[in-house]
């Protein structure tokens, strides 16, 4: 009797398996069917190189060479998918693992999917159970067109409920990559909570964050970080950036984030982060050489005894990172300068006043345009606000704001490539 039972608990699924393969579509055709249901739901053309399936031993579905139909197409090179058998059979798309090697996600792009895709509030999309997301080689291009590659795993629970985490730059020593572990086991609540530690340019960050669900379904991040050692040449480095500003940073990371699901959380994240830079190094201007002869030298490097202040970043789906500082400070023997600034879309907006004792105390200047070709203006002295300018502003401004909460902002501050004009 129970080598009957046996015999039956393993011919009824290889029964049903053949039965499915037999009514299954040919490859070409299933290809045909994913694309158009793909670029349906998505709003813009999506073309699949090539499919393959299979249902014995594993049922796994690979489809390779993926691209949307755009001026900067998204692109996947292959995506595995991995169905749990019997509930495929029964209806229910139960995942044991989703891979996706190699391609690219344009920021750019994405937002081409949200003014194009059909709006179908009645259709309700189809429960989606998840074991294992795996990630190798997928490159971000940001919005300011900065391309990383990235790659990660990822496990859950039963609801898509996350269970542990890891992100990475691959390749790179020392490493660079967030962990995401929740602190409780699995359960109904709205809210959970999960433990982070981030690893970067030789220093970590360690703190908490919750993740609250709506009764609509909606999603709210909040948390808290504590960078501790973070070297800023190297950091920047990590995310292909040449750095202007060396030195250990030190601070306190709050972030937030509101949306739909994950990739809302990511596209939509604000960060506020109070630092100190004790020492810093300015690695591309010499101030003393710049105030001695009144901007027209300043090639080589300046240390700084302090730099401190806050810094906000705020990602957008359609419009990249800004990036807003305040407080800002900075202390290079007799020299003090204080300022605020906005950076978007490659332009700079901003103030500051300089106090050099020897000479000008409060001297104001207002520095703005495109990153390469800066107009600054102050009050008097010229040269001196200029070379000041250059310093406090672009310099600093960049180097905090690409180097804190790069891995958890996504996008990228873009660098000056010159000095300001005089």
Known sequence: MRKTLLALAVAVPVAAALAA?????????????????????????????????????????????????????????????QPRLLPLLAGRMELHSLELDGGTIVQRSLREFSRAAPKEPDRAAPALELDRLAIRDLTWVSYSGVAV??????????????????????????VADLQIT???PASQAATQR???????????????????????????????????????????????????????????????????NALALVQGLHTATRFTVRPATLLRFDLERAVDTLGREHQGQTRLDLLEGQVDTQNTPG????????????????????????????????????????????????????????????????????????????????AIGAAIGRMLGGDDAPEPSQPARR
């Open 21 to 81: 393969w037999w009514c299954l579509p040919s490859r070409e055709e299933l290809a045909a069917r994913l694309a158009q249901e793909a670029g349906a739901a998505l709003g813009v053309g999506v073309r699949i190189g090539a499919l393959d399936w299979q249902l014995l031993p594993r049922p796994a579905l690979e489809l390779r060479d993926i691209a949307t139909d755009q001026q900067r197409p998204l692109e996947l090179r292959r995506v595995l998918v």
């Open 182 to 184: 929740r602190l409780a």
């Open 319 to 398: 419009q990249g990172m800004e990036i807003r500082f305040t407080d800002i400070r900075a202390q290079a023997g007799a020299l003090t300068a204080t300022g605020s600034a906005r950076l978007h879309q490659s332009r700079l907006q901003a103030k500051a006043a300089v106090d050099v004792v020897d000479g000008v105390v409060g001297l104001p200047i207002s520095v703005r345009g495109p990153l390469g070709d800066l107009q600054v203006q102050v009050s008097k002295a010229p040269a001196i606000g200029a070379a000041a300018g250059t310093v406090v502003l672009p310099g600093i401004g960049t």
């Open 194 to 260: 999960f433990g982070l530690r981030l690893r970067l340019a030789g220093g970590s960050a360690e703190g908490e964050a919750t993740l609250h669900t709506a009764a609509d379904g909606r999603l709210r991040l909040q948390g808290e970080l504590a960078p501790r050692g973070v070297e800023l040449q190297q950091a920047l480095a990590a995310f292909n950036r040449n750095s202007p500003v060396g030195g250990k940073a030190d601070g306190q990371t709050r972030l937030s984030a509101t949306g739909e």
């Open 149 to 174: 590659a990235y790659a990660g795993d990822a496990e859950f629970d039963a609801g898509l409920q996350l269970r542990q985490a890891r992100f990475w730059r691959p390749g790179l020593e020392p």
